[in-house]
């Protein structure tokens, strides 16, 4: 199991919070990842998924607790989710009926792809080793879980109804201005999203594992981007 390499890492708060949210982050994507995997089950999916999609809500654990690791090095951790933020891990904990081709598109196709692009653009601009070997990790991780939830979705979502797919089309759109939110820091209310652009530009000048506000807004951007051409053919 990976663990965070040695070294000295400075106290930095603005490093130290935007490090806390990347733990709560990881940790909601426990539960939805679970949720994945209940559907499968429901749906007579084939062992070899359900290994595949268990596998990915442990290296979500691993990453919630180097994220932590992190955090507590650089300062302190924060285990107070700010009012506002969309980071709610017990709430996608209940259980939900909800099939498994909208899971596969939520968490999948949008959430882990954007995830994977903002991680790599994250560690390419990164400067501290510690924090350059933890993104390089979770970046192996991440390209495995996007590949899985796309050869999901490949298989999955040609084969749903012409009125199913529309209706997918409406929730990929309110999922794109969902994660534009909480990967990025478009459409959040103006006060918050000062402060949570400040903490991103002040953690990459750092050079502690983010992008400026304004570059990870162009990741995140280019990624749905991105989502959107490649559901085109398995949606039309």
């Not at 903002?118 to 390089?136: D, G, N, Q, S, Y």
Request: charged fraction near 25%.
């Amino acid at each position: 199991m990976f663990e965070l390499p040695a070294g000295s890492l400075p106290r930095n708060d603005a490093a130290r919070r935007f490090w806390s949210e990347r733990t709560w982050s990881e940790f909601a994507a426990v539960p939805a990842v679970s949720q994945v995997v209940l559907a499968l089950v429901r749906e007579g999916a084939p062992l070899d998924t359900l290994g595949a999609y268990t596998s990915i809500a442990d290296d979500e654990v691993r990453h919630a607790l180097l994220s932590r690791e992190l955090a507590q090095k650089l300062g302190g951790y924060v285990d107070e989710i700010p009012e506002g933020l969309a980071y709610a891990p017990r709430g996608l904990a209940t259980p939900s009926d909800v099939p498994v081709h909208v899971w596969a598109l939520a968490n999948g196709c949008f959430s882990e792809t954007v995830s994977l692009s903002l991680i790599r653009a994250r560690h390419a601009e990164t400067k501290h080793p510690v924090v350059r070997a933890v993104l390089a990790e979770t970046l192996k991780d991440e390209a495995v879980h996007v590949r899985v939830a796309w050869e999901l979705a490949e298989g999955l979502l040609p084969t749903l109804d012409a009125d199913t797919k529309t209706d997918l089309r409406g929730y990929g759109a309110d999922l794109a201005e969902m994660l534009r939110r909480t990967f990025g820091t478009q459409g959040l209310p103006p006060a918050l999203s000062r402060s949570e652009r400040k903490l991103r530009d002040r953690t990459a000048e750092a050079g502690l594992g983010a992008l400026t506000a304004q570059a990870e807004n162009a990741v995140v951007d280019r990624a749905l981007e991105d989502i959107d051409e490649r559901l085109k053919s398995l949606l039309d």
